[in-house]
């Protein structure tokens, strides 16, 4: 049996919802109760959430055959600007807790699929060595994905298990040794800075690694249920930092800084303005083809990672956060 997010299970055929926007990547969970502690994570070992939990969504368990099989036969298709009916899968991503036999069982899985499905594959977990790295990769995925979701040790220290250092040491070894197939999440609001944040960016762009965003959720359940998640502004400027430093325009040395906060772009207001007009900068990050459909938003407020192509208002709405 494998967890399945509820978005995927629809697009599979496996589950009948009505929903505004489709997954464009397979979200898929392995293994239950993981070995880690995590302060914010409904699947942590003292967390007492729901067991089909991750952040906001709720994945389901599927036989694996059956998702194997709607898997096989969902072909690759453009994901951006599509309308919600022709959008079909760009990707599949296995989440994986910190668990050596839920590793082991999806290797299995990804072999079973390199076998039915030309789409590519991630698998986030948390490899301990390069050669982990190395064997997964072999198995034809795409890319490997080790989570520092903090963006200190200090703050890592507070809400994770395990070691920011050796987390981002691994990082940086897979990408030396495999250019364009590390990737890691970042969590905004787990008490850093923007700046902290931002720095940090720059330097894994710098390594070539792809950075999804995620916003800090609170789940019932977990230790950090009573905080709150980031303020939309400074969400926003840390998505339009990120934009700015991966599409090459600019560089975190440009930006100003004043008690953490960011207050300088460094561009002129009418290039920033060009920059961030098409409103990608606020669109979910990470992988090509991964929009992560509410995993961090309450459906009906203002969206963090917007999943598809925003509306001329939303790219207003989150222009006007940057300063405020
Ligand atoms: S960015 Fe998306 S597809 Fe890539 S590892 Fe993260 S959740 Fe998976």
Redesign the pocket.
Known sequence: MIRCSIGTAKVLGLKSLKIDALPT?A?LMAGEKCHFNCAFCAQARESTARADLLSRVSWPLYPWKKVAEGLAGLSLRPARNSAPEEVSLQ?I?F?VIQDQEALEQVKDWVRDLSQHSLIPV???AGPKSLDEVKELLALGVD?V?IALDAATPTVFARVKDGSWEKRYALLLEGAQHFPGHL?T?LIVGLGESEEEMIRLIQDLQDHGI?I?LFAFTPVRGTRMEHMTPPALPHYRRVQAAHYLIRSGAARAEQFSFEGGKLNDFGLRDEELHALLQDGEAFR????S??N?PYYNETPGEELYNYPQTLQPEEIEQAWLRLFE
């Not at 979910?284 to 992988?287: A, D, L, P």
């Open positions: 990547t979200y990707r991503c989440q991630c698998v986030s890319h994905s990737a999440h792809t999804a979910t990050s990470g992988c083809g991964c992560r």
